[in-house]
């Protein structure tokens, strides 16, 4: 479901406000007549599928005493059932108005268990989930074991790796959960103590651990937003989060019919934009790689290969090749599905442990986190410079010439921590919409698209298009900021059909 879809901008729109653009902004189609349905659906019964067989696990070995070879291998299943458990539940939680909470003892082969379920809040499945994250925890530091190498189609874990990546886990769930900016401002909503607790226990500490596996060619192992934006000529990065990068050349929105230029970013993630060789120049516009390539971003030449009717805004010359091993887009790697597949990373950790410092007023502790990307991956400034103006979230992003995107003026720590957040979320499934969802709508007063105005003696050229107010941060006003339950599962119990989004309410009624 593309909710940028009917962005409809004009010349008209020279210096109005974006919330008077044209947007045929829609809800999430929650009816059984619908094709758009799956979109609701997939994750939802996906999740409770996955949930059954982990609960099924529990309960042999809990309920059942079952034995799996040896009493090591019986706990090493436990603890990875707990874990697939408390991971389900959690993304029905950061997905979802209300759910099913469902585990080991609850046995849904008896009719009157069947008959007696109900669903409960986002709020209370968010709890239960952090509980199950909590027993994996205990459960991986109390066992010691090397999980099977077909778990993750190759990749292997330790008991010490997947008491990590719970704790990394726990803090994404604490801190992802609001809906909106008023849940995250509201006291009480997200304990951020407990958020840098859970992250200094996380994934970047000791030895880095990623969370992935190695896909199959998308048989049966794949994470689709690898392939499909791995392989640049059919993803691309928004120009907005290009203008970010390098606001000298990546105009935003996209100049239609023009495009933007070979990027020169003082961000190595970017660099010159070159990558791969003369081999990839008829598919791909390339400029093969030079000792000024970035390490994560590459530039075509051919910037419109997105369908013009879905409007402007996800046309781009930057597509992301971070994880192509390659460097070449090869069909036996991440191009066609194959390799090393990150779905969480240490970075993610960091990060999220720096927003709970630097919410906790521990800026210097917050800079330090913020570094390991911003400096140690991106050679720009530290983070350190910007510990006496701390700022807000209501900053937006920085750009790596190190002003604010909003309004041109010097960078502030929270807005060099929402730049990291917009780089390293990429590709990692819906971190990037949890992270938007939950912080403050915040536009440019003063965009300057086709002068790129952030430079001493720079000059509007005010007879151009989208030199006006500009969103640049939060969701756009109409996307959903939740999913309702299916219209497939209301219609078992005859329940009334709901959606959120659109000319609908973005989000439930529930207090977070």
């Known amino acids: 479901m593309n909710f940028y879809s009917g962005i409809n901008i004009s010349p008209s729109d020279t210096t109005a406000d974006p919330s ?9 189609q929650n009816d059984l007549s619908a094709a758009g349905r799956t979109s609701v659906e997939v994750e939802w019964f996906g999740m409770y599928s996955t949930l059954s067989s982990a609960n099924d696990a529990l309960r042999a070995i809990r309920i059942g005493n079952v034995q799996i070879g040896s009493a090591s291998r019986t706990k090493r299943a436990e603890t990875i059932a707990q874990f697939t458990q408390a991971a389900t539940l959690m993304v029905i939680a950061l997905n979802y108005d209300q759910g099913y909470y469902l585990d080991e003892t609850k046995d849904l082969t008896k009719p009157e268990v069947l008959a007696s379920l109900t669903r409960i809040s986002r709020k209370a499945l968010r709890d239960s989930a952090l509980k199950k994250l909590d027993a994996t925890i205990a459960l991986a530091n109390a066992n010691t074991f090397t999980t099977e190498t077909g778990w993750a189609n190759g990749v292997t874990y330790h008991n010490t790796d997947i008491a990590k990546i719970a704790n990394t886990m726990a803090a994404m769930l604490l801190t992802f959960y609001p809906r909106d ?72 929105p996209y100049p239609l019919g023009i495009g933007n230029p070979q990027p020169n970013s003082p961000d190595k993630r970017m660099g010159d934009g070159s990558f791969g060789d003369a081999t990839l120049e008829d598919v791909y516009s390339n400029v093969p790689k030079t000792p000024n390539a970035g390490t994560d971003f590459s530039w075509s030449a051919t910037g419109e290969v997105f369908r013009p009717d879905r409007g402007y805004y996800h046309q781009s010359n930057i597509g992301i090749t971070r994880w192509d091993a390659s460097g070449k887009e090869d069909p036996n790697g991440q191009y066609a599905g194959y390799g090393y597949s990150p779905v969480i990373t240490p970075m993610m950790n960091d990060l999220l442990w720096a927003e709970a410092k630097l919410r906790q007023n521990d800026a210097a502790g917050a800079a330090t986190l913020i570094d390991k990307t911003r400096v140690t991956r991106g050679g720009l400034s530290s983070a350190a410079l910007a510990v006496a103006t701390p700022g807000s979230p209501a900053d937006g992003p920085c750009m790596s010439n190190g002003k604010l995107a909003k309004d041109g003026t010097a960078c502030t720590l929270w807005s060099e921590l929402l730049y990291e957040y917009e780089i390293e979320l990429l590709q990692m499934g819906p971190a990037s919409y949890w992270n938007q969802r939950r912080l403050p709508l915040v536009k440019a007063t003063a965009w300057e698209r086709a002068t790129a105005c952030r430079k001493t003696g720079c000059t509007p050229n005010p007879n151009t298009i989208f030199n006006g107010p500009r969103y640049i941060q939060g969701l756009i006003p109409g996307t959903p900021r939740e999913m309702p339950v299916p219209a497939k599962e209301l219609a078992i119990k005859a329940e009334a059909f709901y959606t959120f989004g659109g000319k609908q309410p973005a989000k439930g009624t529930e207090a977070p």
């Open 20 to 28: 008077a653009w044209t947007r045929s902004a829609r809800s999430w």
């Open 181 to 252: 900016d008023g849940e995250t401002s509201t006291a009480g909503v997200v304990d951020w103590a407990k958020v840098a607790s859970y992250a200094s226990k996380g994934m970047s500490t000791g030895t880095p651990d990623t969370l992935a596996y190695s896909g199959d060619g998308c048989t049966a192992w794949c994470q689709d937003m690898m392939p499909w934006f791995t392989d640049y000529s059919s993803g691309r990065i928004s120009t907005r989060v290009a203008h970010f990068i390098d606001p000298a050349t990546q105009l935003d």
